[in-house]
């Protein structure tokens, strides 16, 4: 049996507290409370039968006193006995017996300890668990456990075959040398497996077929990472900065303002600070110092890179013509389509001498517009087919799919070529390759669109139509000419003019269905199916188109009418003032035109800043300015406004009035054998009047991409390229005989920054495009202002000049009033006193001469002369 | 007062004259023709240049002040005129 150890019952002893504290350290020498180290002599050992190492051992050190004996023992001996110190305690002490333990070795410095409370003797007696348990299971009877008969449950199989056995009888190889060499020295080498012939036998491992394991389970060992582990960082924070700072700025009261403006510091710093600000202030105004002179010397082109490789004419780029449909017509008008790069749609007609009068009698061949790809020159892409010989077209500018042409019959007509948009945009391999192989099957059938609607006879003009134009989808107009805001921000309306000396006005939306039948007739085409594809965009209009407003041009001054050939109009650019909602919803979905409905007139916001004048060109070479708006009488009877003015600069037809597309209200005007350009606004004339030419101009129309520059075609098949800025009395280049015939149509196109072209079409069928040399479409710096300043300039000469006119034609009849007055009454000979002084004369020289001959010897006597 | 006002008036009168304005040594402005939002950023700004440009001229020769200071941009040019307690901003409009 273990010794017992008293430190941990007197540790736990003394902790009072059962349990909870940590033992104390074990060496204590004081002693508990409840305990009292005691000496006890041998006659009491003897007495009480605790005799040292006799009744007490080192093994029992317990021995339990009865509290009355220790008591009789104090009564007999009194101060002599052991237990006096105690006998106070021994009095109080409860119960009947008292412990004495047996201190061998002197743990509490006395050979014998009195427990002084029943507790701790408790505690010491009946030590706590562990040593309890320690105690109990010594003082149990021990017994070793009875062997169990073994159960099989199965483990000894798995442990049979985990187990490794012998399968056979160990080998054993003895090897020994021969006897005659044994006890000789031995020497070992060393030999490499390699050196000898089957020095090493490999065994490789292979994969048997007989058998082969599947690995059903495999131990891996698997260690778990944590998805998310935060981590901090502490930095220094070495130099604090603001990271924004608000601020507002101070500012002085109006007390201390005035208390400054008044003092006398600041009326000297005035004083002193004026002269100099006033100096710099001149300078400033006297000259730019910062000016680099000769920057701006370079004017363009010139001062940009100029690879010598530069063009010097306009170079011919491609040539468009075909055999069936092009050759030998007059080709009266041609367009770039807006969206789609090197596309051109090309309107012919045949060359007549007749009048066109004779034509809508005779002619039923259909005509065509054409349209060219770059990547096929010989070759339409499309063609448009129309009922009559198309003057003019254009393509609609919201949707280029939409084009409306005007006949020769006075007809308006509509295409929209959506479905067939991608026989221009594709360029055509095959057309190539098949014109190598085979002639007759690369015969492509070239698509055909017929038009979508087409006015009546009775409703259109009377007249072929020369001059169509679409309104800008900003504003639109109503039924007497009012300018209202267009809500759809499509171009919906078109004007069309002819010389049967009315303009019209056309909507190509769903009219009213009070007032047209057209909607009916709508609903009954449904079912019909046209050859090819026309698509139903117009059908709406159905046979019933008839113009929105017509306008007759009265002349001024005389009776009669204009026959107008070419019109033109401002441009309308949107304020903004419309919402921003209508905006975004109208521009999300391009609408139908078979959906846009007319809306009435009274719903839309009249746009009073539209400029609603047209600058229309004659064909007598007149230039019209008039309104389009229906006048209204003081009767309430609407009529035909009367044109603001109108000046004859040209000699005969107008054929070009085209406004510049830098400049709203510069406008380029050709015909016969002059041009001119009119300022939008001075209505005494044209502010420049060109000299007239020896060829006929034919066309004329302005540069894209420089606002000074212009190009006028002539009838001998030449252009002119004239620069306002640099000369004004002749053309800065003259490009001769730039096509065989006259020259019927001029546009020019950008088709990239570095690459202009210039399409001219001529009377023989041929469109050329030409690259415009880069000195031609490269701006100046300040082209822009300096072309400004030389139309005022021009302006202001005109004005100049008439008004010099005026003073000079007032001074010459001033002065010839003057003149009648101051100069004398001369008498004028009359005829009869004329008559008789020559014939006084005569008769002097008969007297003369008959002196003469008198004188001579050869007079002879005259006949009798008659008084004449 | 009347003075200050006749010599903003002579200075105003110039061609292409923007705006004037007196701003005092700490940057506040005094006395404008401009709007007060310009005026207080012209005035925030330009403080610190005229300061800046002072203190460069006289680091480098410390007998030398600043006298004049102009400023030219694309649009127009601003000419500062400094003084002990004050200075003067002009904007002006070149004419060319």
């Known amino acids: 049996m273990p010794p017992k150890k008293p430190k941990s019952a007197k540790g736990s002893a003394g902790g009072k507290k059962k349990g909870k504290n940590e033992p104390p350290p074990e060496e204590k020498p004081d002693h508990p409370e409840d305990i009292l180290p005691m000496v006890l002599t041998s006659v009491t050992q003897e007495l009480f039968d605790c005799r040292a190492d006799e009744d007490v051992t080192a093994e029992s050190p317990y021995k339990l006193l009865q509290t009355e004996d220790i008591i009789q023992d104090i009564k007999t001996r009194a101060g002599v006995s052991d237990f006096s110190p105690v006998k106070q305690i021994v009095l109080d002490y409860p119960d009947d017996e008292i412990l004495l333990v047996y201190d061998r070795a002197f743990t509490y410095g006395q050979l014998f300890y009195l427990v002084l409370t029943p507790e701790a003797k408790d505690r010491i007696l009946n030590p706590p668990e562990p040593e309890e348990t320690q105690g109990e299971s010594e003082w149990e009877v021990c017994r070793t456990p009875e062997s169990k008969e073994w159960i099989s449950l199965g483990s000894e199989l798995e442990i049979e075959e985990e187990s490794v056995k012998e399968t056979r009888e160990k080998l054993l190889y003895k090897f020994s040398r021969v006897r005659r060499e044994l006890g000789k020295p031995v020497s070992f080498s060393d030999r490499n497996t390699a050196d000898a012939k089957d020095g090493n036998l490999g065994f490789a491992s292979y994969e048997d077929s007989r058998f082969s394991i599947k690995l059903m389970q495999r131990d891996c060992g698997t260690q778990a990472v944590s998805r998310l582990q935060s981590s901090s960082v502490q930095t220094q924070w070495k130099f604090p900065w603001n990271k924004s700072t608000q601020y507002a700025p101070r500012e002085l009261s109006e007390e201390e303002r005035k208390d400054i403006l008044q003092s006398e510091s600041l009326k000297n710093f005035c004083n002193l600070v004026t002269p100099r600000v006033l100096q710099a202030l001149q300078q400033e105004e006297i000259m730019n110092v910062f000016r680099d002179d000769w920057m701006a010397l370079g004017n363009g082109p010139e001062a940009g890179d100029w690879s010598g490789k530069d063009s010097k004419g306009l170079m011919l780029h491609q040539a468009f013509t075909d055999h069936k449909y092009t050759k030998d017509r007059k080709i009266s008008s041609i367009n770039w389509h807006p969206t789609i790069d090197g596309v051109i749609a090309v309107a012919l007609t045949v060359e007549k001498e007749q009048n066109s009068e004779e034509l809508t009698t005779s002619d039923i061949r259909p005509s065509f517009i054409v349209f060219f790809c770059f990547s096929d020159p010989s070759h339409p892409q499309l063609l448009l087919e129309s009922p009559g010989d198309i003057l003019a077209f254009k393509i609609c500018p919201s949707d280029p799919n939409i084009i409306v042409g005007g006949c020769m019959n006075g007809q308006v007509v509509l295409w929209d070529i959506s479905a067939h948009v991608t026989y221009l945009q594709r360029p055509p391999p095959s057309g190539k390759k098949d014109s190598l192989e085979l002639d007759d099957n690369a015969e492509n059938v070239i698509p055909t669109v017929r038009p979508c609607a087409m006015s009546t006879l009775e409703n259109s003009h009377k007249g072929r139509i020369t001059d169509v134009k679409w309104l800008p989808a900003t504003f639109e107009v109503t039924r007497t000419g009012e300018p209202v805001e267009n809500k759809q921000k499509m171009s919906v309306q078109v004007v069309t003019c002819s010389p049967d000396r009315t303009i019209m006005f056309w909507d190509v939306r769903v009219p009213k269905t009070v007032s047209q039948s057209a909607s009916d007739s709508s609903t009954v085409d449904q079912t019909e199916m046209t050859p090819y594809t026309v698509l139903d965009t117009f059908k709406h209009l159905g046979r019933t188109w008839r113009p929105l407003l017509r306008i007759s041009l009265l002349k001024i001054s005389t009776k009669g009418e204009y026959t107008p050939l070419k019109f033109n109009f401002e441009p309308y650019t949107c304020d903004g003032n419309t919402d921003e909602a209508d905006e975004k919803d109208d521009r999300s979905e391009i609408l139908q035109y078979s959906q846009l409905t007319v809306p009435s007139a009274d719903a839309l916001t009249a746009l009073p800043d539209v400029n609603t004048k047209l600058y229309i060109g004659t064909e007598d070479g007149e230039i019209v300015y008039t309104d389009w708006r229906l006048e209204k009488d003081d009767s309430g009877q609407v009529h035909f406004p009367k044109p603001l003015h109108c000046f004859r600069a040209h000699y005969c037809m107008v054929n070009t009035i085209q406004r510049s597309p830098f400049f709203k209200d510069i406008i380029l005007t050709a015909g016969g054998f002059n041009f001119a350009i009119w300022k939008e606004g001075v209505i005494e004339g044209p502010i420049i009047l060109s000299p007239n030419t020896e060829q006929v101009c034919t066309v004329g129309c302005w540069s894209l991409s420089r606002p000074a520059v212009f190009f006028i075609g002539k009838d001998d098949g030449s252009i002119e390229v004239w620069n306002l800025l640099e000369q004004s009395s002749e053309p800065v280049e003259a490009y001769l005989h730039v096509t065989n015939a006259k020259i019927t149509c001029i546009t020019p196109w950008i088709s990239s920054p570095k690459q202009h072209f210039l399409a001219v079409t001529d009377e023989l069928g041929m469109v050329r495009i030409l690259e415009i040399p880069k000195k031609f479409f490269v701006p100046g710096r300040t082209e822009r202002s300096n072309v400004r300043k030389y139309f005022e300039q021009d302006k202001k000469r005109l004005l100049d000049y008439l008004q010099c006119e005026e003073m000079c034609k007032k001074e010459k009849k001033e002065s010839e009033k003057l003149k009648k007055k101051t100069e004398p009454v001369k008498p004028v000979p009359t005829l009869q006193e004329i008559d008789d002084m020559e014939l006084k004369e005569y008769r002097d020289c008969l007297t003369l001469e008959e002196n003469i001959l008198k004188g001579m010897g050869l007079w002879t006597a005259p006949p009798e002369i008659d008084d004449i | ?96």
Do not use: C, W
Request: hydrophobic fraction near 40%.
């Open chain 2, 1 to 96: 007062m009347a003075e200050v006002e006749e010599t903003l008036k002579r200075i105003q009168s110039q061609k292409g004259v923007q705006g004037i304005i007196i701003v005092n040594s700490e940057g506040i402005p005094v006395k404008t023709t401009l709007d007060n939002s310009s005026t207080v950023h012209y005035a925030g700004l330009i403080h610190q240049l005229v300061m800046k440009a002072r203190s460069t001229v006289r680091d480098i020769d410390p007998q030398n002040d600043l006298t004049f200071l102009r400023v030219r941009s694309k649009k127009n040019e601003i000419m500062i005129a400094p003084d002990k307690d004050y200075f003067l901003i002009v904007i002006q409009n070149p004419s060319d």
